[in-house]
């Protein structure tokens, strides 16, 4: 039976509970229901006392898991929706983020941001957060995706002693899947070229992976060899694999879902021109999500989001500067 994305965050979940007395699972509706996208489905169950359903004050949560983290716990704290950790922004950016830096203690915490859009979601339900938390020091950011990352990636932001944002893909939940997970991967903070090519190099991440794959695959009938390359970890962000795909390439488009203004690609074509400006033959390009809130009717959000028609468009434009 195949393993989707969102089953994968569940079973990585199930794991670190049996493994480990100090992790507990506390979020809104997780428990008997099994959270909004069922990533929590019948762990109450299997780990009773250890998955618990939380006051509707995202505040609340972080604040009592910053103190569970201090007290030597491991909270893996689910958000409904990425747009409401902005409730709990100040205890995630001015108490889990700076806690080792002021007193020497760790705060090993997880907060989990259900990410990005799905059709009708509209602006309170489909943004992505990672460029915002990305800007603080103290946090590590994940993007998985894929099954295999989800999965993984999620063990070992349990494992670190710093507070970790995982931003898992709400359009990935059930789209993704999987034959079995391996029993190894890739650390954190190490980009993947997921597509070797020679013509030009795509930086991605999340579910905007998947549209470039596509696109990759559309443009090597053409006779264009487009490398693809999954950031998987926003925060920190591998420069060195990035400024080596660019060395074969001569050429680079990144790409993201999260709205432009200082985002995520922002950062690359920053790196790429401040580290690398002599690896280049063309002018660094970015594509990201339109920068206005995002619609709720499913054709304006189609168009809202980068998609594969203008990734491609931005690719075929690159590659003729």
């Known amino acids: 039976m195949a393993i989707t994305y969102v089953e994968a965050i569940r079973r990585a979940q199930?794991?670190?509970?049996?493994?480990?007395?100090?992790?507990?699972?506390?979020?809104?509706?997780?428990?008997g229901f099994g959270g909004a996208f069922k990533a929590t489905k019948s762990l109450a169950d299997e780990y009773p006392g250890r998955v618990l359903d939380a006051p509707i004050s995202e505040d609340a949560m972080l604040g009592s898991a910053v103190g569970a983290a201090i007290e030597g716990m491991r909270p893996i704290v689910e958000m409904q929706f990425a747009d409401f950790s902005s409730i709990a922004f100040n205890q995630i950016i001015n108490q889990a983020a700076t806690l080792y830096y002021r007193t020497g203690v760790r705060c090993p915490l997880v907060v989990r941001l259900?990410?990005?859009?799905?059709?009708?979601?509209?602006?309170?339900?489909?943004?992505?957060?990672?460029?915002?938390?990305?800007?603080?020091?103290?946090?590590?950011?994940?993007?998985p995706a894929t099954v295999e990352d989800a999965y993984h990636m999620l063990l070992e932001a349990i494992e670190i002693d710093d507070p970790v944002i995982f931003c898992e893909h709400k359009?990935?939940?059930?789209?993704?899947?999987?034959?079995?997970?391996?029993?190894?991967?890739?650390?954190?903070?190490?980009?993947?070229?997921l597509r070797p090519g020679r013509h030009a190099t795509v930086v991605t991440y999340s579910a905007m992976l998947h549209e470039c794959l596509k696109v990759a695959e559309e443009l090597s009938s053409e006779g264009w060899e487009i490398e693809i390359v999954d950031l998987r970890t926003v925060k920190p962000i591998d420069t060195d694999t990035i400024l080596g795909s660019v060395a074969r390439t001569g050429r680079l488009l990144a790409v993201g879902e999260g709205f432009p203004w200082g985002g995520v690609t922002a950062e690359v074509v920053a790196r790429v021109v401040s580290e690398g400006f002599h690896l280049l033959d063309a002018p660094p390009q970015r594509l990201n999500c339109r920068d206005t809130p995002i619609p709720y009717h499913p054709n304006l959000w189609k168009t809202h989001r980068p998609t594969a028609q203008s990734i491609a468009d931005s690719i075929r434009s690159l590659l003729h500067l």
């Open 114 to 143: 259900p990410s990005g859009g799905t059709e009708g979601s509209g602006p309170f339900h489909s943004q992505n957060l990672e460029s915002i938390y990305a800007h603080y020091p103290g946090l590590i950011v994940m993007t």
């Open 171 to 193: 359009f990935l939940y059930r789209h993704l899947k999987a034959k079995e997970l391996p029993e190894k991967a890739l650390p954190v903070g190490k980009a993947q070229i």
């Open 14 to 31: 199930s794991k670190a509970l049996a493994e480990n007395d100090s992790v507990y699972i506390y979020g809104q509706d997780i428990a």
